[in-house]
């Protein structure tokens, strides 16, 4: 599977974004995904995550209410809506598929996207 992420920028506190991440080679469907994000001098770390049916997410404490996952598998596809963005979120946004669950560990995902660069200012 190949992913590639998008949909980062930068936007100023309060706004929205929306992050793609498209897989092609392989579909989707049968992957857990995740989005991770790593800003500077941090460790990469979830964010949110949906197992391969859609039926069930997790929300890192710090996105709850703000952050939705989606995935659409007819398209390949798997989204990150991002709400009243803070500065605190400014990381580079990673998404990531596993073919097992869909923890916290980096090591449970089988392939990653190259990450996308979300900066939210003041």
């Known amino acids: 599977v190949q992913l590639q992420a998008s949909g980062g920028g930068l936007v100023q506190a309060g706004g929205s974004l929306r992050l793609s991440c498209a897989a092609s080679?392989?579909?989707?469907?049968?992957?857990?995904m995740g989005w991770f994000r790593q800003a500077p001098g941090q460790e990469r770390e979830r964010v949110a995550a949906?197992?391969?049916?859609?039926?069930?997410?997790y929300y890192a404490d710090s996105v709850k209410g703000r952050f939705t996952i989606s995935r659409d598998n007819a398209k390949n596809t798997v989204y990150l809506q991002m709400n009243s963005l803070k500065p605190e979120d400014t990381a580079v946004y990673y998404c990531?598929?596993?073919?097992?669950?869909?923890?916290?560990?980096?090591?449970?995902?089988?392939?990653w996207g190259q990450g996308t660069e979300v900066t939210v200012s003041s």
């Open positions: 990531a598929a596993s073919l097992g669950g869909y923890g916290s560990s980096l090591y449970e995902y089988d392939y």
């Open positions: 949906i197992t391969w049916s859609g039926r069930n997410t």
């Open positions: 080679r392989r579909a989707l469907s049968s992957y857990a």
